[in-house]
């Protein structure tokens, strides 16, 4: 069955911060990878995802994630955080079977 | 555009009580699902659907049943409430039925208290 693991439940960072959150995923099929972010009080929404070609994705909001085969890894990175990036960050993984299945979440605070 | 639309926002139930968490969606899409989101556990798949009349179990099926009479309607029951299913619960579509590229857009969420 497949699985993704976060690697990191609480992240606290002060704004101007890189930030990299990891994601690791076990399936050994195809797939396609995707992080969502949920600010506070909010819906879950698209951040960024991959499914081919450059394994290096822009998303939203100057938010970058880089697909490592190898690894079975899919980091989400950010140069710079703000504190509006405060929210909880999902990572998901979809296979061609219908089913996504997300990992357990990171917390992130970005301190001002 | 409304997108996936959850009713009610919040509910307060008693122990052996039922109720119907409520989804529609109106993108046309073919693939409806439920997840419930616990402190410190992401998100668990409850139950999908990739069409009408097509109902699967995900991770956490147990206590919860579901149904998909049309498109556009994918609701939840709790058959008999017990405190373990106090949670918020978000439905969620997509366009395709197979997971392929698409991404699931989510509704607004359901606050579910179970005393």
């Known amino acids: 069955a497949q699985s993704v693991s976060q690697h990191n439940h609480h992240v606290i960072l002060s704004e101007a911060a890189s930030l990299e959150l990891g994601c690791n995923y076990s399936?050994?099929?195809?797939?396609?990878l995707f992080w969502y972010v949920q600010y506070p009080g909010q819906h879950l929404q698209l951040l960024l995802k991959?499914?081919?070609?450059?394994?290096l994705v822009k998303g939203i909001k100057g938010f970058e994630a880089e697909f490592i085969k190898s690894k079975f890894s899919f980091n989400l990175r950010k140069p710079s955080v703000q504190w509006s990036d405060t929210a909880e960050y999902f990572c998901?993984?979809?296979?061609?079977?219908?089913?996504?299945?997300f990992g357990d979440g990171t917390t992130l605070t970005v301190k001002p | 555009n409304a997108g996936v639309t959850q009713t009610p926002k919040f509910q307060v139930l008693k122990t052996g009580q039922s109720m119907t968490l409520q989804c529609a969606q109106d993108m046309n899409h073919e693939y409806m699902s439920w997840y419930r989101q616990d402190p410190g556990m992401g998100l668990r798949l409850i139950h999908y659907?990739?069409?009408?009349?097509?109902?699967d179990q995900g991770e956490v099926p147990n206590g919860y049943n579901v149904s998909r009479s049309t498109t556009e309607d994918f609701p939840l029951r709790l058959l008999s409430a017990a405190p373990s299913q106090t949670s918020v619960y978000f439905c969620a579509s997509r366009q395709t039925p197979g997971g392929g590229t698409g991404e699931l857009f989510f509704g607004e969420g359901s606050r579910l208290t179970v005393l």
């Open positions: 399936y050994g099929g195809t797939v396609n």
């Open positions: 991959y499914f081919s070609g450059d394994p």
């Open positions: 659907s990739v069409g009408a009349g097509i109902t």
């Open positions: 998901a993984v979809n296979t061609n079977a219908g089913k996504s299945t």
